[in-house]
Nanobody, 124 residues
Framework: QVQLVESGGGLVQAGGSLRLSCAAS????????VGWFRQAPGKEREFVAA????????YYSDSVKGRFTISRDNAKNMVFLQMNSLKPEDTAVYYC?????????????????WGQGTQVTVSS
C-alpha cells in the first residue's frame, strides 16, 4: 500500500502561481500512474491532470490545459503540479492519488489511497 501526502497549497491572487507536491511513502510511486484531482465545496471531485509511471505521458482537463503542468521525480518518490495563471475558479482542495491498473484516467473512481488534500484559494 502507498500513502500520499499533498503540500504546497495556499492563498494566491488571480494570475499567480503555486507548485503542489505529492510525496509518497510505503510502496515506491514508480509502480503507479498518478493523478491530481480537485474538489470545491458542494461539487464533485474532478480530474485535473495525470502522469504515467515514467513521466512520458501526461493528461489534462480542458480547464487547466496550457496553465498547469504535471511532472514526477521517481528518484524522490514525488509528483508535482505546477499551476500558473491561476483563476478564482481553480479554488478547491487538491488531491493526488495512485491510479489502479484499469479504468479511466479522468474518473476519480479509478484511483485509490487518497491523501488529505491541500487547499488552494485564488482571490480575484
Amino acid at each position: 500500500q502507498v500513502q500520499l501526502v499533498e503540500s504546497g497549497g495556499g492563498l494566491v491572487q488571480a494570475g499567480g502561481s503555486l507548485r503542489l507536491s505529492c510525496a509518497a511513502s510505503g510502496r515506491a510511486l514508480t509502480r503507479y500512474d498518478v493523478g491530481w484531482f480537485r474538489q470545491a465545496p458542494g461539487k464533485e471531485r474532478e480530474f485535473v491532470a495525470a502522469v504515467n509511471w515514467n513521466g512520458g505521458t501526461t493528461y489534462y482537463s480542458d480547464s487547466v490545459k496550457g496553465r498547469f503542468t504535471i511532472s514526477r521525480d521517481n528518484a524522490k518518490n514525488m509528483v508535482f503540479l505546477q499551476m500558473n495563471s491561476l483563476k478564482p475558479e481553480d479554488t478547491a482542495v487538491y488531491y493526488c492519488a495512485p491510479k489502479r491498473y484499469t479504468g479511466s484516467y479522468y474518473h476519480f473512481g479509478s484511483y485509490d489511497y487518497w491523501g488529505q488534500g491541500t487547499q488552494v484559494t485564488v482571490s480575484s
